[in-house]
C-alpha cells in the first residue's frame, strides 16, 4: 500500500474484541506534551499537568471543586493510603467519558498495552466484538471459528450479565475486562438473542485467538471468496498477497465477505476499497471546524471490472462500511444481507509519553455520494432475512451445522 502510514489501533471500528477488539475507523499517532509537565527525566508529573490545565480552563467550569474533591478523597476516603497516580488516571477516564461518545476512550498505560495487543491479531479471550447501542451492552460480531462463535454469540446478541453480576450500566472498558481473560478460564454471559424473549445463559471457554484478517478460496465456476474479517496493521499486505494469487487464475466473479468486520485502519480501507474503483473518491471526512478531507482512488485497480458481490450483517461496521458504501455508490458491486451497524465516524489514537493512550472521534466520514450512514448503516440491495440456516448437530462431534444462506445466494447471483 502506498505511503501507509504507521498506525496504532484496530480502526475505523467499533469497540473491543474480547479479548476484545476496539470497533472503529482509526488514524494514530504520538502526542507531544510541554515542557512545563514533565520533569528532568522526562517523566510526566500530576501536579504539573493538573496545574496547567487548572489555569486553561474556559470558566464554565469552576476547575477548584476538582481538587476540593481531591482533598477530601486524601482526608477521608477510608482505604489509605490513596494512590494519587490511580486518582489522576481515573480522572482523566472520567474527563473523556463526559463527552458521552462510546468511541472515545482514555487508556491508562496497563490497558493501552493490551489494547495495542488486541490490534495484533492474537490474544487471549473469547473472540467477539462487543459495543454500546443505546446505552445497551450489545454483541457487534463474534470471530469466525472463535470460541464465542462456537458457544453461540450472534451479532445483535444483548448482554445483560457477565458471571452473574448485572452489565446493564457498564461501560464497554468495564465489560471487556470482566469478560477477557487468560486461556482455559471460563465466562458465563447472560444474554437475549434478537428476536428471543427468554434470556440464556451461555459458558465460554477462553482461549489463544489467532486471527488471520484475510482469507480466500476458489469456488465453483471459477468465483473468489474473499473474507475480509478486520482492518489492522496486515491487512493490507495479506490481501495484496491473496490478489496476487487469485487474479492469476482469471475470476469469473467475486464473493467479498465482510460480515461482522468491525472495521479498522482508515488507510487499510481505502487502499483495499481502491481496488475496484479506477476514479474519483472511496470516502471523504468532516472536522468540527468543517473542513473537508477526501481520500482519492489510489493503487493499481485489479479488481476492476469484475463482477462483485458483497455480503455484510449488522456486525459489518465502519471501515468495512467505508468499502460497502464506496462500490455501492459507484454501482460496483451488489451489496447482499442485512443492514449495518452504523459507524459513521473516525477516532485519533494518540501515544502518550507516560505509556497511556486516547482514543477521540475527530470526524464524520460520507460516502462517494456523500452519505453519513452514522448509527443509519447502509441497508443492501438484496436483503435477506437470515444468513444461516441451523441443519441440526453433527453427529460426531456435536457442533451445530449451518448453511450459510448469504453465500448460497451470492452464487447465485454471480450465475445470472
Known sequence: MNNQKSRFGLYLGITSYILVLAFGLFIGRTWKIKEQVVDDTGQVEIGKVLNLYSKSHSGEADFSQFWNI?????????????????????????????????????FPPKEAEEFAKDLSGEFEGIGAEIGLR????????????????????????????????????????????????????SVKLTILHVGVETFEDINIMRN????????????????????ISFFNQDTWQEFDKAVKEFTTQSPKGLVLDMRSNPGGYLDSAVAITSEWIKEGAVVSEKFNNQEENKYPTEGKHRLAGIKTIVLVDEGTASGSEILAGALQDYGLATIVGKKTFGKG??????????????????????????????????????????MFTNVGKDE?????????????????????
Not at 143 to 166: H, N, Q, R, T, V
Not at 358 to 373: L, S, Y
Open 70 to 106: 481531591w482533598d477530601l478523597l486524601k482526608e477521608k476516603y477510608v482505604n489509605q493510603p490513596i494512590s494519587e497516580k490511580d486518582l489522576y488516571y481515573g480522572a482523566i477516564k472520567g474527563l473523556v467519558s463526559g463527552l458521552n461518545d462510546p468511541y472515545s476512550v482514555y
Open 134 to 185: 443505546d446505552g445497551q451492552l450489545i454483541v457487534v460480531a463474534p470471530l469466525k471459528g472463535s470460541p464465542a462463535e462456537k458457544a453461540g454469540l450472534k451479532p445483535g446478541d444483548k448482554i445483560f450479565a457477565i458471571d452473574g453480576e448485572e452489565a446493564i450500566n457498564l461501560s464497554v472498558d468495564e465489560a471487556v475486562k470482566k469478560i477477557r481473560g487468560p486461556k482455559d478460564t
Open 208 to 227: 489463544v485467538i489467532t486471527v488471520p484478517s484475510v482469507d480466500w478460496s476458489m469456488k465453483e465456476n471459477n468465483i473468489v471468496y474473499l473474507r
Open 345 to 386: 465516524s473516525v477516532q485519533d489514537f494518540q501515544a502518550l509519553p507516560d505509556g497511556s493512550a486516547i482514543k477521540i472521534t475527530v470526524a464524520k466520514w460520507f460516502t462517494p455520494k456523500g452519505r453519513q450512514i452514522d448509527k443509519d448503516g447502509i441497508m443492501p440491495d438484496v436483503v435477506l432475512e437470515e
Open 396 to 416: 460426531k462431534t456435536g457442533e451445530i451445522k449451518y448453511t450459510d444462506k448469504g453465500l448460497e445466494k451470492a452464487m447465485e447471483l454471480l450465475k445470472t
